[in-house]
């Protein structure tokens, strides 16, 4: 049971209510409980809003490593929330449906180079112990650029899943507001 209840769009002033159209705008998402949640501080939620977008939908990083780095977090900081929420986006992303298992293997056996090598540097972060050889190996495969917005992606969902765990935030079902975009660009 949540700590703290969110704060729904029926009960929520002007200012909060023009957060969520933006939200919905920017993130392309319905409010949800982790959002909801952070509307009790509207100073800060519009730039949560902000910064998810450059997080998710901006960026020089593909979307489908942004969301394994992102699992990855949730499954390390045990949130089922951030965990879920991204499974759900991740297999969108990748399959264009839901994955429909509670909690995916993390064999990274068929993936690239770069996706393992971020996945194991996004995990040291949460540790707070990336080592030499780790930031090597991401130095070597990832531009500056990039390895600036791995490094804060991983910040960033530390932060989330710490949030949400702190907070005790209910799931919910994440809902997208367009179809999702095949790589041939069809909607599915």
Not at 142 to 153: G, I, Q, R, S, Y
Not at 163 to 187: E, K, S, V, W
């Amino acid at each position: 049971m949540a700590r703290m209840s969110p704060l729904e769009p029926r009960d929520a002033n002007r200012e909060v209510r023009s957060l969520y159209d933006l939200l919905r705008k920017d993130l392309m998402i319905e409010p949800n409980n982790f959002f909801k949640t952070m509307a009790h501080h509207p100073e800060l939620l519009r730039p949560l809003i902000e910064f998810s977008r450059v997080m998710l939908e901006g960026g020089v990083l593909d979307r489908r490593l942004k969301e394994w780095v992102i699992l990855q977090i949730g499954r390390m900081n045990n949130c089922d929330y951030v965990y879920l929420a991204h499974k759900h986006a991740l297999s969108r992303a990748i399959m264009n449906d839901v994955i429909d298992d509670r909690r995916l293997p993390l064999d990274t056996s068929s993936f690239s180079e770069a996706e393992k090598i971020a996945i194991r540097y996004a995990g040291q972060i949460t540790e707070n112990a990336v080592d030499e050889e780790t930031f090597a190996d991401a130095r070597r495969i990832f531009n500056d650029e990039e390895l600036v917005e791995l490094t804060v992606l991983a910040g960033y969902y530390n932060f989330i899943c710490r949030t949400c765990n702190a907070l005790d935030i209910d799931m919910d079902a994440l809902q997208f507001l367009q179809p999702h975009l095949t790589d041939a660009g069809r909607a599915s």
